[in-house]
């Protein structure tokens, strides 16, 4: 009787167990949502990551406002790891407690009110803001530095993130150029002048004072200081082509187009603008 009791006893421990584990790998898995045919997607020699439209422009916002504040890429790192593990590059509307946005930032801890950390400039500001306060941040492991910023339960859960972090990176910064392709999102949400207009809205907000020109009435020029720079904007453009209604960007010798998808040599264009072409307004 005594050893039915203990056997019983040690399967429970057993299943209880089971279950811990289940819950911690479902917390800790790194997966991403799967891609689609109208998704985008980025790949570097270090490997690839299929992101939705909305996830990829956020990642594309962290990238400038780093750039902008003139954080060294490992910054962006840390930021985009912090994002990819608290919300999975989503804009959310709550969290645990009142935690918001893509950082998952608490009005109650001093983060800002709900409309600000809503914003996603806003929390990636806030965020580099905290992050470059941390005394030797840049010499930590991502998920060390990140857990200063974020004081998580979870402090080793921005690890796994790291290599999704650092391909993201390599190409928002505009070290691996053609690296960011989106698929057509279909019938765009904007087209002609409003759409134009929208462009250089977002290109401000993010980038801050940039030089633009009309582009044949249909689209922006974006003046590039040099290759790097150049396909920065490139890749923010097409990052964000779905909610603005972006139709072609062009850089240099290479080209991309929502109905391929995919970027494309072309002939050579100036090599100091790039070039974004919107839906038209008929």
């Known amino acids: 009787m005594r050893l039915r009791v203990m056997v019983a006893v040690v399967l429970v421990l057993v299943l209880v167990v089971g279950i811990g584990v289940y819950i911690a790998a479902s917390r800790f898995r790194g997966n991403l949502p799967a891609s689609t045919s109208s998704a985008c997607e980025v790949s570097t020699p270090a490997g690839a990551?299929?992101?939705?439209?909305?996830?990829?422009?956020?990642?594309a916002t962290i990238t400038a406002v780093g750039l902008t504040k003139k954080l060294p890429d490992r910054g962006i790192v840390v930021a985009?790891?912090?994002?990819?593990?608290?919300?999975?590059?989503?804009?959310?509307?709550?969290?645990?407690?009142?935690?918001?946005?893509?950082?998952q930032q608490r009005p109650s801890q001093g983060w800002g009110d709900p409309d600000q950390i809503s914003d996603?400039?806003?929390?990636?500001?806030?965020?580099?803001?905290?992050?470059?306060?941390?005394?030797?941040?840049?010499?930590?492991?991502?998920?060390?530095?990140?857990?200063?910023?974020?004081?998580?339960?979870?402090?080793?859960?921005?690890?796994?993130?790291?290599?999704?972090?650092?391909?993201?990176?390599?190409?928002?910064?505009g070290r691996s150029p053609g690296a960011v392709t989106c698929g057509s999102a279909g019938e765009p949400l904007l087209r002609g002048l409003e759409a134009t207009d929208m462009l250089g809205h977002g290109l401000r907000q993010d980038w801050g004072n940039v030089e633009t020109t009309v582009s044949g009435g249909v689209g922006l020029g974006v003046r590039a200081a040099s290759e790097r720079a150049g396909w920065r904007f490139a890749h923010w453009i097409v990052a964000h082509s779905a909610s603005i209604g972006v139709q072609r960007v062009q850089f240099g010798s290479r080209e991309w187009t929502a109905d391929r998808g995919a970027w494309t040599d072309v002939a050579l264009a100036p090599t100091d603008l790039v070039l974004a072409e919107v839906y038209s307004g008929e």
Do not use: C
């Open 49 to 59: 990551v299929s992101l939705h439209f909305d996830q990829m422009a956020n990642a």
């Open 80 to 103: 985009l790891a912090t994002a990819l593990q608290e919300s999975k590059l989503e804009n959310l509307a709550g969290g645990d407690r009142d935690s918001i946005g893509l950082f």
């Open 120 to 173: 996603p400039r806003y929390a990636a500001t806030k965020f580099y803001n905290a992050l470059v306060r941390v005394r030797g941040w840049q010499d930590m492991r991502v998920t060390d530095a990140a857990q200063r910023v974020q004081r998580s339960a979870f402090p080793e859960a921005y690890e796994k993130w790291a290599d999704e972090a650092e391909i993201l990176t390599e190409a928002l910064t």
